[in-house]
Nanobody, 116 residues
Framework: QVQLVESGGGLVQPGGSLRLSCAAS????????MGWYRQAPGKQRELVAT???????NYADSVKGRFTISRDNAKNTVYLQMNILKPEDTAVYYC??????????WGQGAQVTVSS
């Protein structure tokens, strides 16, 4: 069983920045694709960004150029740097890990609120 713990959420003004972190309880090394998803009130959960074990990244169109996903395998941690935040980025952000056997794990979520 993999445990994922998110941190770094909070309240920020439009145009501001936040960095989310997701610490995994096991080595994410070479077998896990890591990702961030978000769910706003009344909406379905949606992909924000993913990063493979090899470092290839994928972003939702709505966050391209503003968000950056990265991973530190030595620390078993994945990050989401969020810049130029907009009110529509307000959501609960979830960390996800998928292994090579397609088993998926989720964190408990971190609230991000963008408001003046």
């Amino acid at each position: 069983q993999v445990q994922l713990v998110e941190s770094g959420g909070g309240l920020v003004q439009p145009g501001g920045s936040l960095r989310l972190s997701c610490a995994a309880s096991i080595s994410i090394g070479s077998i896990y694709t890591m990702g961030w998803y978000r769910q706003a009130p009344g909406k379905q959960r949606e992909l924000v960004a993913t990063i493979t074990s090899g470092g290839s990244t994928n972003y939702a169109d709505s966050v391209k150029g503003r968000f950056t996903i990265s991973r530190d395998n030595a620390k078993n941690t994945v990050y989401l740097q969020m810049n130029i935040l907009k009110p529509e980025d307000t959501a609960v952000y979830y960390c996800n890990a998928v292994n090579i056997w397609r088993v998926s794990y989720w964190g408990q979520g971190a609230q991000v609120t963008v408001s003046s």
